[in-house]
DNA sequence: GACCAGGCACATC
DNA sequence: GATGTGCATGGT
């Protein structure tokens, strides 16, 4: 397993090279697109982030004192505007009262105590929390998501029902932890179930995992 | 027009 | 514990 899974990693970059994630400019966008990505593809969630940036309102302080609705109006692009801008309320909520809204201060946090909290916020699951430990906040963590899921059940590494835990401890087992690569790694999955491993279309005549 | 997208919570059995 | 459903925009 350790070689399969440091094989894939291999041909997954060799592929398609580096992929530069996450695309934020600020640790705190990275968490704000961590929400606002769920079950809705990156275009929209760029275009909500580029509404808060035009009004300057992508702070941790701004976010906070914005109104609930006025919040949901500028997210919209992003697809479950209602609830996402309850989420990120949640997740600010959250922050401000533990963490006084600073990122500094949240970095201090041990990875699997924040990890928890983190999933104690209505609104962030795993592989959001997961998302914010590794791409928000350097932290070695695998992130999985569905593309992950799809691309290691069909290649019959995990049964199609094995649960998220399942899922990380496979890489988290069997490779060396490195931000880095974990980083590489989860875009570079992404990235191929997005070319070849669509759930109804998939090709993989032309998959570079192929052979 | 159907299908899909870098989930999650909640209701119900 | 497992299964079903609501949430919603915008691209293909």
């Known amino acids: 397993m350790r070689k399969r899974l440091k094989d894939i990693y ?8 580096p992929q530069g ?6 640790p705190f966008e990275v968490m704000v697109g ?3 990505t769920q079950n809705t593809n990156w275009q929209n969630v760029s275009r909500a982030i580029n509404n808060l940036k035009k009004e300057k309102l992508l702070s941790a302080s701004k976010l906070n004192s914005l109104r609930l609705k006025k919040l949901a109006s500028l997210i919209r692009p992003a697809g479950y505007y209602n609830i996402k801008a309850k989420r990120l309320k949640n997740f600010l909520d959250f922050f401000f009262k533990h963490y006084k809204g600073n990122i500094r201060s949240l970095s201090k946090k041990e ?3 924040l990890r928890r909290e983190l999933l104690g916020v209505n609104g962030i699951g795993e592989e959001t929390a997961d998302s914010i ?7 070695p963590v ?7 899921k799809r691309i290691l059940s069909r290649h019959k590494l995990v049964k199609e029902e094995a649960p998220y835990r399942v899922l990380q401890n496979l890489f988290a087992d069997n490779l060396i932890a490195n931000v880095k690569m974990f980083n590489e790694y989860h875009a570079l999955l992404v990235k191929l179930g997005k070319d070849f491993c669509r759930k109804l279309k998939p090709r993989c005549a032309q998959c570079p995992l192929k052979g």
Do not use: H, M
């Not at 291999?10 to 090279?17: N, P, V, W």
């Not at 994630?21 to 600020?26: L, Q, V, Y």
């Open 10 to 17: 291999i041909k997954l970059y060799s592929a398609f090279g």
């Open 21 to 26: 994630w996450w695309p934020g400019e600020t």
């Open 34 to 36: 961590a929400i606002l």
């Open 111 to 113: 990875t699997t105590e």
């Open 133 to 139: 430990l590794l791409y928000a906040l350097n932290r």
């Open 142 to 148: 695998f992130v999985v998501d569905t593309y992950t």
